[in-house]
């Protein structure tokens, strides 16, 4: 189960998503069925601007999947049911040929348009949740807790940004090799798939070094979840939550022993 502040994940969710493909499949169907009555007096291309917004709702909901889906029904219901002759796939006139193509067409561009808007949501929140994580973090280390809250508190959002399975913190001397999130977000070595859009993180676990005034405190070892993507605005953050910890552990004058429990999810 991925954590529900985790960004990646957003998008329609399993219900709204069932809702999409019905609205999809049968939507057009029904549109059709009540346009019938009035193809004799309405012209069909007039009619087929109505299947828009069918493709429209369906992508809405259950995005581009649902929309591709609608589009292509929508062409087909128009054909087989406003078009001469009706009940058939055929089409006697050139321009009735044309207006089903503009429809598909239509049809599949109103569905990118709502991946986009989908896209567009999900990085905006992505922004608002990553600065929230920063100032969460920042603001308990401003009001001069020990280093230990601190650490805490980049634990459980390590854990809440990147979906991980668990979120380790060691002190030196390490026992093992893993690759290593630079400064700058990327990763180097291990075995990555892509997930969601995006690559994940190494299956083996990665880690994140603690680093304060020049010295290495110690580093966090992260165990993912490895059908979950990490962008690298979320590794460049968690880069940087880290960083606070260090500060944190640097301007204490007398560091502590922070154990190496963790937290499994």
């Not at 369906?58 to 929309?67: E, N, S």
């Not at 399975?165 to 180097?188: I, K, N």
């Not at 880690?207 to 992260?222: A, D, K, S, W, Y």
């Amino acid at each position: 189960m991925q954590p529900p502040g985790h960004a990646t994940a957003r998008r329609p969710d399993d219900a709204l998503t069932a809702v999409g493909l019905a609205i999809a499949i049968f939507g057009p169907l029904v549109l059709a069925a009540l346009c019938v009555p009035l193809r004799t007096d309405i012209a069909p291309a007039n009619l087929a601007l109505l299947f828009v917004v069918v493709v429209a709702l369906a992508g809405a909901c259950g995005g581009r999947r649902a929309g591709a889906v609608a589009a292509v029904m929508s062409t087909l219901a128009y054909d087989s049911f406003l078009t001469r002759p009706y009940g058939s796939l055929k089409i006697d006139r050139a321009a009735d040929v044309e207006t089903a193509l503009l429809l598909l067409v239509i049809g599949l561009l109103a569905s990118e348009l709502m991946t986009l808007v989908y896209r567009h949501r999900d990085a905006s929140s992505r922004s608002r949740d990553e600065i929230d994580r920063l100032h969460r973090v920042a603001d308990i280390a401003a009001r001069g807790t020990h280093s230990d809250d601190v650490l805490d508190a980049v634990r459980a959002e390590l854990m809440d940004l990147l979906s991980l399975r668990e979120c380790t913190f060691e002190e030196p001397p390490f026992v093992d090799d893993l690759p290593v999130v630079a400064r700058d977000g990327t990763v180097d070595g291990g075995r990555r798939q892509w997930a969601g859009g995006e690559l994940s993180l190494p299956a083996e676990g990665v880690v994140i070094p603690v680093l304060g005034r020049g010295t290495c405190f110690g580093r966090f070892v992260l165990v993912p979840n490895w059908d979950v993507g990490a962008s690298i605005e979320q590794r460049l953050v968690a880069v940087t939550l880290v960083d606070q910890l260090g500060a944190a552990f640097a301007s204490e004058t007398k560091p502590t022993s922070r154990g190496k429990d963790h937290v499994e999810h």
